[in-house]
């Protein structure tokens, strides 16, 4: 059974930081990117940045450049989003998901779009406030 499960989401003040953590099992870790996605409430669920488990490319929208950064444990099956300098619009569930296509993840991200993702998880709520 696939299963990718985030956790490390909370209640930060801005300015602040988490470590997001999507572990993952059920399928072969080298052969998929996964990216992190996040829903504000009241807003569409958008793309944050993607990591590719191979090679360790990574991609982050300009919303989140400088303030956060991807990575991955090939040992642990597990992908991490530190997220430091915490805005209060950075609150929203965030979400990881799987893809076999690093590329295809980029260009959704990039179109401000979910879909076509091979595999999600059920969430994270991350809240900035004072």
């Known amino acids: 059974e696939v299963q990718l499960v985030e956790s490390g989401g909370g209640l930060v003040q801005p300015g602040g930081s988490l470590r997001l953590s999507c572990a993952t099992s059920g399928f072969t870790f080298d052969d998929y990117a996964i990216g992190w996605f996040r829903q504000a409430p009241g807003k569409e669920r958008e793309g944050v940045s993607c990591i590719s488990s191979s090679d360790g490319k990574a991609y982050y929208v300009d919303s989140v450049k400088g303030r956060f950064t991807i990575s991955s444990d090939k040992a642990r099956n597990t992908v991490y989003l530190q997220m430091d300098n915490l805005k209060p619009e950075d609150t929203a569930v965030y979400y990881c998901?799987?893809?076999?296509?690093?590329?295809?993840?980029?260009?959704?991200?990039?179109?401000?779009?979910?879909?076509?993702?091979?595999?999600w998880g059920k969430g994270a709520l991350v809240t900035v406030s004072s």
């Open positions: 998901a799987a893809s076999v296509n690093f590329w295809h993840l980029v260009a959704t991200m990039t179109r401000g779009l979910d879909y076509g993702m091979d595999y």
